[in-house]
């Protein structure tokens, strides 16, 4: 573990340098990696395990995704199979279907969970909360997550463009006195950047957060209360959206992801600094009641509640589908997309 200084706070962390591949892929030469689920994190997940020289294996049930595996390149018979017939073959079981799902086809899985083979998840979902979800691991198989942090897609165009998304990792169940060394092994495989501890429960309480806070349930909210401002007070859809997003996207997170926030500020004008610098907590001090209100409905497991209640309906699909288009086809999405059809490089 390398330890590095992250604002003035020690942390063991994890680095390529110290954990190279080579080092992942003698870690794991005897293992079958099967990768259950072949929707956003699988396929991320198993094509850059697969591109990294591991032994992986595909278990997906039949259907558009099966297909659409097909031409990614696993081969039915060889590397790509029904779901119970990767779990046989696995040794270590991947079980990357949606946190609802994982509780339908646990009895499947624990079946094919037999001494020695590890269970692998890249959330701490299903065992935090397996009073609702019934996932408790038989005691003789590792348990560990990977949890890149971010999207499967990005995470494979990353691994592409020969960059890395970064993850955490975390040790449920040791059986084997080697489900650290696999972790991160399978952390290095799946094309991390940097990996960091936690355990189980801080996952899924800090990715629950993350996702229903800043990164997108605040994110959409701010936006939308802006645009509405703006196009309230008489300013065109054009002005509002790259007001509110456009040049957010295309010019100001780069700017913040590259150096920092001081650093785009420094990039903008002295006015919008001076701005910035006296809006920025009046923001923070509206907003931090509402994330302190979702920390604690996560803490108090009602966020995951909601998530398997709403998830394991049989319409969660269309419903779904619905609020996705509510949010497709109101004004500053659409304006988003004419916007986007007019950038100089789709042209
Ligand atoms: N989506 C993402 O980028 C991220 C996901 N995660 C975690 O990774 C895990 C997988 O998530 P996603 O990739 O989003 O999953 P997903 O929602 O894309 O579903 C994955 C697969 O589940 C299959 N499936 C659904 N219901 C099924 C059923 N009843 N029986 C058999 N197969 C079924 C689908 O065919 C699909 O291939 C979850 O634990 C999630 O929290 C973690 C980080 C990011
Ligand atoms: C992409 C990711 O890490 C999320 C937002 O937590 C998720 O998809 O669950
Ligand atoms: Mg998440
Ligand atoms: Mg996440």
């Known amino acids: 573990m390398a330890k590095i200084n992250f604002g003035g706070v020690e942390e063991e962390v994890v680095t390529r340098e110290e954990f190279p591949l080579e080092k992942a892929r003698e870690t794991l030469k005897d293992e079958v990696i099967a990768v259950i689920g072949y929707g956003v994190q699988g396929p991320g997940q198993s094509l850059n395990m697969r591109d990294n020289g591991f032994n992986v294996i595909v278990g997906q049930r039949k259907g558009k995704t099966y297909d659409k595996a097909v031409s990614d390149g696993w081969v039915s018979g060889e590397t790509l199979f029904e779901i119970e017939e990767a779990l046989e073959k696995g040794t270590i079981i991947c079980f990357l279907l949606s946190d609802a799902a994982q509780i339908e086809l646990w009895p499947t899985v624990k079946k094919y969970l037999t001494p020695g083979k590890s269970l692998y998840f890249s959330h701490g979902f299903g065992v935090t909360y397996k009073d609702q979800t ?3 691991p038989p005691t003789d198989v590792d348990v560990f997550l990977v949890a890149p942090k971010g999207s499967g897609t990005s995470l494979r165009r990353l691994f592409v463009e020969g960059k890395g998304l970064n993850s955490s990792f975390a040790i449920y169940q040791d059986a ?12 290095i495989g799946v094309g991390s950047g940097y990996l960091f501890e936690t ?3 801080k996952e899924v309480t800090s990715d629950l957060t993350g996702e229903r806070g800043t990164l997108m349930g605040a994110i959409q909210g701010i936006f939308a209360a802006q645009y509405e401002v703006l196009r309230a007070n008489g300013h065109s859809p054009s002005e509002a959206f790259n ?8 010019s100001l997170m780069p700017l913040v992801a ?5 650093w785009m500020y420094a990039n903008c ?3 919008a600094q001076r701005g910035a610098l006296d809006w ?10 509402v994330f302190e209100q979702l920390y604690n409905s996560v803490k108090a497991g009602e966020q995951a509640n909601i998530s398997i209640t709403r998830n394991s309906q049989a319409d969660y699909r269309e419903k779904l589908e619905e609020e ?7 004004e500053m999405w659409r304006a988003g997309s004419a916007v986007r059809s007019l950038r100089p490089e789709r042209n």
Do not use: C, H
């Open 199 to 201: 355990d189980f429960y």
């Open 243 to 250: 007001e509110t997003v456009e040049e957010l996207t295309q």
């Open 324 to 330: 996705l288009k509510e949010l497709r086809e109101s």
């Open 280 to 289: 920025w907590k009046p923001f923070r001090d509206a907003t931090k009641p």
């Open 176 to 187: 084997t006195g080697k489900a650290r060394e696999k972790a991160i092994a399978m952390g």
């Open 134 to 136: 019934g996932i408790v």
């Open 269 to 271: 004008s002295t006015t």
């Open 258 to 262: 590259e150096n920092g926030m001081d």
